[in-house]
C-alpha cells in the first residue's frame, strides 16, 4: 500500500490490535496529502476485523492443554457378595463410557498393569482406598475410579467414587441399585458413569418397572372405583325401577279396592250394540200373589236371595241380534240339529 510509510508501528495483543500512525502536519494548501491520510486510515480500519478474526480462529483451533487432573486410571470393581466374574466386564463398561467423554483420558488398562508391574506394585489383594491412591500416584494420573457392586435379598447396589490421587479424597461419589439380572447389571454401570460425568441418567430397570407397577395399581384402583360407581348407580337405578313398580302396584291395588267397593259399572254394551243392566245380589220374592187375576198355580210366591250379581238385556233381544249371535257364536237350535 502507498500509504503505508504514514504507519509508525503495531503491537499484537491476546485480545487486541494496536496500530499506531504518524500524521504529520500538513498546511493549509497540502488538502491532497490530508485525503491520502485519511483514505489509509479507512483501509487500516477495515484491515484490523480480519486480523483479530484470524486470531480468534487460531485460538478456536487451537487444542485444550490437558493437565494432570485429565487423566485417570479406573480400577475393577469390588464385588463384595456374589460372582466374583461379573467384575471384569462391569469396570469394562466404565472404561469404555468414560472414553466416549471429552472430560478425561483413560489410562489403558494393560499400560496400568505394564507400569506397575515396573514398579512391583502388587494389585491382588489391593482393595483399601489408600491402596488404589499410592496405585495412581505411581501411574501419574490425577483422579482414579473406584467401584464396588454387592448384592443384598434380590437387590445389587453399585458405587462408584472419583478420587483424588493428590489429596485422597472423594470428589464423587455415585450409586445404583437393580433388582434384575446379572446381565442387566451393564445398564446400571452406564448410569453409574453417566452420572459421574454430570450427564443425564435415564432411569433404570427397576425404578421403569416400579413406575409401571405404579401406574398398574393406580389403574386399577381408577377400575376399582369406576366399577363400584357404576355398581351404586345400578343400584339406584335399580331401587327406583322397585319403588316406581311399587307405587304402581299400589295405584292398581287401591283402583281395584275402589272400583270394588263401587261394585259393577250399572250398564254395559257389547259388540252388537245390546244393553245389559247390572242386577245387584240380594233377597227378593219370586211368583204372584194368590189373588192376582190370571195367575198361574204354579206361581207361588217364594223368598229368593241372589248370593251374585249378574247382568239381563234391557229390552228383548231382536231377530239381528240374533241372528248375529249365532252366526259369529256358530249356535245351532235343536230344531236346526234334528234334537
Same mark, same amino acid.
Given at each position: 500500500?502507498?500509504?503505508?510509510?504514514?504507519?509508525?508501528?503495531?503491537?499484537?495483543?491476546?485480545?487486541?490490535?494496536?496500530?499506531?500512525?504518524?500524521?504529520?502536519?500538513?498546511? !493549509?494548501?497540502?488538502?491532497?496529502?490530508?485525503?491520502?491520510?485519511?483514505?489509509?486510515?479507512?483501509?487500516?480500519?477495515?484491515?484490523?476485523?480480519?486480523?483479530?478474526?484470524? @486470531?480468534? #480462529?487460531?485460538?478456536?483451533?487451537?487444542?485444550?492443554?490437558?493437565?494432570?487432573?485429565?487423566?485417570?486410571?479406573? @480400577?475393577?470393581?469390588?464385588?463384595?457378595?456374589?460372582?466374583?466374574?461379573?467384575?471384569?466386564?462391569?469396570?469394562?463398561?466404565? &472404561? =469404555?463410557? !468414560? $472414553?466416549?467423554?471429552?472430560?478425561? %483420558?483413560?489410562?489403558?488398562?494393560?499400560?496400568?498393569?505394564?507400569?506397575?508391574? *515396573?514398579?512391583?506394585?502388587? +494389585? $491382588?489383594?489391593?482393595?483399601?482406598?489408600?491402596?488404589?491412591?499410592?496405585?495412581?500416584? &505411581?501411574?501419574?494420573?490425577?483422579?482414579?475410579? /473406584?467401584?464396588?457392586?454387592?448384592?443384598?435379598?434380590?437387590?445389587? =447396589?453399585?458405587?462408584?467414587?472419583?478420587? /483424588?490421587?493428590?489429596?485422597?479424597?472423594?470428589?464423587?461419589?455415585?450409586?445404583?441399585?437393580?433388582?434384575?439380572? !446379572?446381565? *442387566? !447389571?451393564?445398564?446400571?454401570?452406564?448410569?453409574?458413569?453417566?452420572?459421574?460425568?454430570?450427564?443425564?441418567?435415564?432411569?433404570?430397570?427397576?425404578?421403569?418397572?416400579?413406575?409401571?407397577?405404579? *401406574? &398398574?395399581?393406580?389403574?386399577?384402583?381408577?377400575?376399582?372405583?369406576?366399577?363400584? #360407581?357404576?355398581?351404586?348407580?345400578?343400584?339406584?337405578?335399580?331401587?327406583?325401577?322397585?319403588?316406581? #313398580?311399587?307405587?304402581?302396584?299400589?295405584?292398581?291395588?287401591?283402583?281395584?279396592?275402589?272400583?270394588?267397593?263401587?261394585?259393577?259399572?250399572?250398564?254395559?254394551?257389547?259388540?252388537?250394540?245390546?244393553?245389559?243392566?247390572?242386577?245387584?245380589?240380594?233377597?227378593?220374592? +219370586?211368583?204372584?200373589?194368590?189373588?192376582?187375576?190370571?195367575?198361574?198355580?204354579?206361581?207361588?210366591? =217364594?223368598?229368593?236371595?241372589?248370593?251374585?250379581?249378574?247382568?239381563?238385556?234391557?229390552? %228383548?233381544?231382536?231377530?239381528?241380534?240374533?241372528?248375529?249371535?249365532?252366526?259369529? $257364536?256358530?249356535?245351532?237350535? %235343536?230344531?236346526?240339529?234334528?234334537?
Amino acid at each position: 500500500m502507498a500509504y503505508l510509510d504514514k504507519i509508525r508501528g503495531y503491537d499484537i495483543h491476546p485480545k487486541t490490535i494496536r496500530i499506531h500512525i504518524l500524521f504529520p502536519f500538513y498546511p !493549509l494548501n497540502g488538502a491532497v496529502q490530508m485525503k491520502k491520510a485519511i483514505t489509509t486510515l479507512f483501509a487500516l480500519l477495515f484491515l484490523i476485523p480480519a486480523v483479530s478474526g484470524a @486470531f480468534a #480462529a487460531e485460538k478456536k483451533n487451537k487444542p485444550e492443554r490437558k493437565t494432570v487432573d485429565n487423566y485417570i486410571a479406573i @480400577f475393577d470393581f469390588e464385588v463384595t457378595t456374589g460372582d466374583k466374574g461379573i467384575s471384569r466386564p462391569l469396570t469394562d463398561n466404565v &472404561i =469404555h463410557e !468414560l $472414553s466416549q467423554s471429552d472430560k478425561y %483420558e483413560v489410562i489403558d488398562r494393560g499400560n496400568m498393569n505394564k507400569i506397575l508391574k *515396573e514398579q512391583k506394585f502388587q +494389585m $491382588s489383594g489391593c482393595v483399601a482406598q489408600e491402596c488404589k491412591v499410592e496405585a495412581g500416584q &505411581i501411574l501419574g494420573v490425577g483422579k482414579i475410579v /473406584n467401584g464396588s457392586v454387592g448384592i443384598v435379598g434380590k437387590t445389587y =447396589h453399585l458405587t462408584l467414587q472419583l478420587i /483424588n490421587v493428590q489429596t485422597g479424597k472423594i470428589e464423587i461419589s455415585v450409586a445404583d441399585k437393580c433388582k434384575c439380572e !446379572l446381565d *442387566e !447389571l451393564i445398564d446400571s454401570t452406564t448410569r453409574l458413569a453417566k452420572k459421574l460425568l454430570g450427564e443425564k441418567v435415564d432411569q433404570s430397570a427397576e425404578a421403569v418397572a416400579k413406575a409401571k407397577a405404579e *401406574e &398398574i395399581e393406580k389403574a386399577k384402583v381408577e377400575q376399582t372405583a369406576k366399577a363400584k #360407581a357404576e355398581a351404586e348407580a345400578a343400584a339406584r337405578a335399580e331401587a327406583a325401577t322397585r319403588t316406581k #313398580a311399587e307405587e304402581m302396584e299400589r295405584v292398581k291395588a287401591a283402583e281395584i279396592a275402589k272400583a270394588k267397593a263401587a261394585g259393577p259399572e250399572q250398564k254395559i254394551n257389547n259388540s252388537i250394540g245390546m244393553t245389559f243392566v247390572y242386577i245387584k245380589p240380594g233377597t227378593f220374592m +219370586m211368583g204372584s200373589p194368590s189373588d192376582e187375576p190370571g195367575r198361574f198355580d204354579n206361581e207361588t210366591q =217364594h223368598q229368593v236371595t241372589l248370593t251374585r250379581g249378574y247382568y239381563m238385556g234391557e229390552t %228383548e233381544v231382536a231377530v239381528g241380534q240374533w241372528r248375529t249371535f249365532a252366526r259369529d $257364536s256358530g249356535y245351532r237350535t %235343536e230344531a236346526e240339529t234334528g234334537g
